[in-house]
């Protein structure tokens, strides 16, 4: 087993006033060579957005483009002719594919936004744009692992073109769980949310990251309440 520690604190950082920025992998203005991807996980930024503010319209290409809501609304549109809203418990997903433009902005004027924009590397490039969101039960993760993507439209949660399945746990204290790497190759990058928990025997705390490979499963222990999410991706561009 191999892992790779990304303490809270290590994360790049870029606050733009509107924009307050977090990123665990480079990104914009933040360039660490050890820390460019996790296999195919390449941006993991954990946004806030101040109330009515946004990013206007701009183009995406052969991405595999996530966005998990923490609190607020944020509101999407996009030049296929797509707009929603999305909030927690909400995940949205674009294959950018062969091109699309798109902009996010704060869908309520006198409160912040927050929220994860996650980046993954497709495993076929050139397909056709498209643009998914669904819901998901808050309940339907307490004390378990909820799946919310896959590669799949026939398997739970949202799909991409990537063998990459993301899960959501809301756990109590003292709650134990493993979990089986769904792919042999496969590795796992963890990243709490909210609370401590200890992942094969590494203690980990509010927004750290954990990325693990060489290895078929997890084990997973909150420590106190704890809000955790699993992004189960494959090790090879």
């Known amino acids: 087993m191999q892992t790779i520690l990304h303490p809270a604190n290590t994360r790049g950082h870029a606050n733009h006033g509107w924009l307050n920025s977090y990123h665990t992998f480079s990104f914009g203005g933040y360039s660490d060579p050890s820390r460019v991807h996790f296999g195919v996980l390449r941006v993991l930024n954990d946004d806030t957005v101040a109330g009515g503010k946004g990013f206007g319209a701009h183009p995406h290409d052969n991405m595999e483009i996530i966005s998990i809501p923490l609190s607020g609304a944020l509101e999407h549109q996009d030049n296929m002719g797509n707009r929603g809203i999305i909030r927690r418990g909400d995940v ?78 809301d756990f109590d204290a003292g709650f134990a769980t493993d979990y089986t790497i769904k792919k042999p190759g496969n590795g796992v990058y963890a990243f709490v949310l909210e609370g401590d928990v200890t992942i094969n025997g590494q203690a980990l705390h509010r927004r750290d990251g954990l990325g693990i490979w060489d290895t078929d499963s997890l084990s997973i222990q909150a420590d106190n309440s704890a809000q955790l999410l699993l992004m189960d991706v494959p090790m090879s561009l």
């Open 92 to 169: 949205q997903v674009m294959s950018a594919g062969t091109g699309i433009a798109h902009s996010e902005k704060n869908h309520n004027p006198d409160q912040e936004v927050k929220f994860l924009q996650i980046w993954v590397f497709p495993n076929q490039r050139g397909v056709k744009p498209r643009y998914d969101q669904q819901t998901f039960r808050p309940e339907d993760r307490h004390n378990q692992l909820q799946q919310i993507l896959s590669p799949s439209p026939d398997d739970a949660g949202v799909w991409v073109h990537q063998d990459a399945w993301f899960s959501l746990g």
